[in-house]
């Protein structure tokens, strides 16, 4: 673990464009005047992705398919970096592999039916070989604007990370692929900045090495939390855990036959009851142990909330027998190496792990206001209405709906493209919010 928070430098200064004489442009750039000068040289797509994770790639696979180019914009140098970059070695899917695939490239018979971080990986790299994927990497998207003048085009404003160099796209159609997890969630808790320790996000845990025999909290406990901890008593950490909040533990075993009845249509309150009864028998009354579960079902509750339950991959075993203390309440504040808790105890730790989320960061670029990304930076509207905007424009994987929303999200995208783009098809110019029946 590292020293302190890393800061991700996104926003590096843009260098002036060079101006350009229009008789040395190829055919597919055009000098473009904005505001009066000569701004840029725009390279002309029919499709512009921003992102290179699975619903980004899906979504440029599912065009090719379908016969219609496009380029994917990502601001890192690879694609799918949140599992090669931002997650921790021990993780594996929660789902079997079957809900785990993206359009037209299922996973092989002899994948592991739950895939590790690096198998997904793999896959996501061969997935866009396989389709062609046009990306631009290390290409981070600064605006996004539809140009209302006539042009009835996207305006994108680029920065090529590797030499600074500001680039001008324009396109009919834009579809924000950019993460419901680009940036990290840090909990402003005072005294913090001043804690001896390493103090690192769940985006940047790999593993428990160097921890052993140390006093490690975690502070969250969604899945990642959960998971890290159990990580860490493992690797010989003496672990606790923050749970702040009520929280469904299930397995994946338990959750994979709720998906199952879902898909036999069987209603929402039995899968739940069914489950709990299930949860029950595995892990008995959760809240002798500090997990207090919702009043909601859990598979309810991931409908009405999109609230993802808790898998337990071992953690639950380690706080039954001690080796992972459940601290149930919130971080206050932090003085030296003693951390204060809103119940008012106070313990002292070595290291700090926070598993407090992410956020999206669509908001600083997108310059759109037709309703399709809220203020939050993901979508607006809810599932299944959620997908299409005005003028072309689309967002993918922005409902927490996992891989498999990327997965819908990018054949609807498509489908709707392709359509759009048929000879003789008139542009629907109206909010257009198309409807689904998708499962979980
Ligand atoms: C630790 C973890 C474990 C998860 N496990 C599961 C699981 O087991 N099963 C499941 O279904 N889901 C899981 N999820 C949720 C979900 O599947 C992921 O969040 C998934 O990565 C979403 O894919 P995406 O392509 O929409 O976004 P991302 O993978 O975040 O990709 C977005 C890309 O856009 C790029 N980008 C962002 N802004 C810009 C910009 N301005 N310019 C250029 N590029 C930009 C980013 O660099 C990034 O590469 C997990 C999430 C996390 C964080």
Redesign the pocket.
């Known amino acids: 673990m590292e020293k302190g928070r890393a800061k991700l430098n996104?926003y590096l200064p843009c260098t002036p464009l060079c101006s350009l004489s229009s008789r040395a442009l190829p055919p597919s750039l055009r000098l473009e005047l904005d505001r009066g000068n000569i701004m840029a040289a725009a390279v002309e797509e029919e499709v512009i992705i921003?992102?290179?994770?699975?619903?980004?790639?899906a979504v440029a696979a599912c065009l090719s398919l379908r016969g219609v180019r496009s380029r994917v914009?990502?601001?890192?140098d690879c694609?799918?970096?949140?599992?090669r970059k931002?997650?921790?070695d021990r993780?594996?899917?929660?789902?079997a592999k079957q809900?785990?695939a993206l359009p037209h490239l299922p996973h092989q018979d002899e994948a592991p039916t739950y895939l590790s971080r690096d198998d997904y990986a793999r896959y996501l790299d061969g997935y866009a070989a396989r389709f062609t994927v046009r990306t631009r990497l290390r290409?981070?998207?600064?605006s996004a604007r539809f140009d209302t003048g006539g042009s009835g085009r996207w305006k994108v404003e680029?920065v090529d990370l590797a030499t600074g160099r500001a680039e001008a796209y324009a396109a009919r159609f834009l579809v924000v692929?950019?993460?419901?997890?680009?940036e990290k969630l840090v909990p402003e808790v005072p005294g913090l900045e001043a804690f001896p320790g390493p103090v690192v996000h769940?985006?940047e845990y790999r593993s428990a090495e160097g921890m052993r025999g140390k006093a490690v909290l975690v502070v969250g406990c969604g899945?990642?939390g959960m998971e890290i901890a159990y990580d860490l008593a493992v690797g010989g950490a003496i672990t606790s855990i923050a749970v702040r909040s009520e929280l469904h533990l299930m397995n994946r075993e338990i959750w994979n036959v709720a998906m199952t009845l879902y898909g036999y249509h069987v209603p929402l309150w039995v899968i739940d009851k069914l489950i709990l009864l299930m949860c029950a028998v595995v892990f008995g009354d959760t809240a002798r142990h500090g997990l207090r579960r919702p009043a909601v079902g859990p598979f309810t509750m991931r409908h009405t909330t999109l609230a993802y339950p808790v898998m337990d991959v071992g953690a639950y075993a380690k706080i039954r027998s001690g080796e992972v203390r459940v601290l149930p309440a919130a971080v206050k504040s932090a003085r030296g190496n003693v951390v204060e808790f809103a119940d008012g105890s106070r313990y002292p730790f070595d290291a700090i792990v926070l598993a407090t989320g992410?956020r999206s960061?669509?908001r600083?670029?997108l310059q759109s206001d037709d309703g399709l990304i809220g203020d939050d930076g993901m979508a607006a509207r809810s599932y299944p209405e959620h997908w299409k905007g005005k003028n072309g424009l689309y967002c993918?994987?922005?409902v927490?709906?996992?891989?498999?929303?990327?997965y819908e999200d990018a054949e609807l995208i498509a489908g709707d493209i392709s359509e759009l783009l048929r000879p003789n098809k008139k542009q629907d110019k109206g909010d257009g919010a198309a409807h689904t029946n998708g499962s979980c």
Do not use: P
């Open positions: 996104h921003v992102g290179a994770g699975q619903s980004g790639i914009l990502e601001r890192d694609v799918g970096s949140l599992w931002r997650a921790y993780l594996h899917l929660h789902l809900y785990c290409r981070e998207v600064r680029a692929a950019a993460g419901e997890n680009d769940a985006a899945n990642s992410y960061t669509v600083r670029w993918a994987g922005m927490r709906r996992g891989i498999y929303g990327s």
